[in-house]
């Protein structure tokens, strides 16, 4: 093997390896959520009666991440307001309203990730922005990360082999009134518990 000069040659070699390297460890596998694999649930104290829930069905969310390198993943997601459903119409038309998400003036909900902070082997903190009626606010999510591999189907259904996919779950406690959305407050909880399901296929598969 032909021996690398020292001095300047040399130093220029290593920094090209750690230029290269680095690269390689910045570098991320992309993500899509899966539609209909991916809801955002959340729920509230009704008239200290019970817990009532609805349920974004329009979730669009991209991931930026390396299951080697968990704490450098990035997420940016996209909810469509008009898409929520609590299982009964009226209710569902008002929450629709300005009172609650105005999907007129707001169609979309959207969160940006701006930190990942591992919490254990598979958990972790996500820290990001959250707008939601015109109002952003930094927001933590406690995420699990449930699998990261080939589908689980491949083996069974043909039109799975090759895919790569991977789950998360996560929770958060919010403070709607902090997001201007204060009707009905205090019969109706100011607390809302968000819980969130989504799977995601690796893009290029």
Same mark, same amino acid.
């Given at each position: 093997? =032909? =021996?690398?000069?020292?001095?300047?040659?040399?130093?220029?070699?290593?920094?090209?390896?750690?230029?290269?390297?680095?690269?390689?460890?910045?570098?991320?596998?992309?993500?899509?959520?899966?539609?209909?694999?991916?809801?955002?649930?959340?729920?509230?104290?009704?008239?200290?009666?019970?817990?009532?829930? #609805?349920?974004?069905?329009?979730?669009?969310?991209?991931?930026?991440?390396?299951?080697?390198?968990?704490?450098?993943?990035?997420?940016?997601?996209?909810?469509?307001?008009?898409?929520?459903?609590?299982? #009964?119409?009226?209710?569902?038309?008002?929450?629709? =309203?300005?009172?609650?998400?105005?999907?007129?003036?707001?169609?979309?909900?959207?969160?940006?990730?701006?930190?990942?902070?591992?919490?254990?082997?598979?958990?972790?903190?996500?820290?990001?922005?959250?707008?939601?009626?015109?109002?952003?606010?930094?927001?933590?999510?406690?995420?699990?990360?449930?699998?990261?591999? #080939?589908?689980?189907?491949? #083996?069974?259904?043909?039109?799975?082999?090759?895919?790569?996919?991977?789950?998360?779950?996560?929770?958060?406690?919010?403070?709607?009134?902090?997001?201007?959305?204060?009707?009905?407050?205090?019969?109706?909880?100011? !607390?809302?518990?968000?819980?969130? !399901?989504?799977?995601?296929?690796?893009?290029?598969?």
């Amino acid at each position: 093997m =032909r =021996r690398v000069r020292s001095g300047r040659s040399g130093v220029a070699v290593l920094a090209a390896i750690a230029l290269l390297t680095g690269a390689a460890a910045a570098a991320a596998d992309t993500w899509q959520s899966v539609k209909g694999y991916t809801e955002v649930r959340f729920s509230w104290d009704n008239l200290g009666l019970a817990r009532h829930s #609805a349920r974004f069905t329009d979730v669009d969310a991209q991931l930026e991440f390396t299951p080697t390198t968990p704490d450098q993943a990035s997420v940016e997601v996209r909810i469509k307001t008009a898409s929520v459903q609590s299982g #009964a119409r009226d209710f569902d038309d008002l929450l629709r =309203r300005p009172e609650f998400f105005n999907v007129a003036a707001h169609p979309y909900i959207l969160f940006k990730s701006t930190r990942v902070e591992p919490t254990g082997e598979r958990q972790g903190i996500v820290a990001g922005e959250l707008t939601l009626n015109g109002v952003t606010k930094e927001v933590a999510l406690v995420v699990t990360w449930n699998f990261t591999g #080939a589908h689980p189907l491949a #083996a069974v259904n043909p039109s799975y082999q090759g895919m790569w996919v991977s789950g998360f779950s996560a929770k958060a406690t919010l403070q709607r009134s902090a997001f201007g959305l204060s009707r009905g407050l205090p019969l109706v909880s100011d !607390e809302v518990e968000v819980t969130i !399901e989504s799977e995601f296929v690796r893009k290029g598969e």
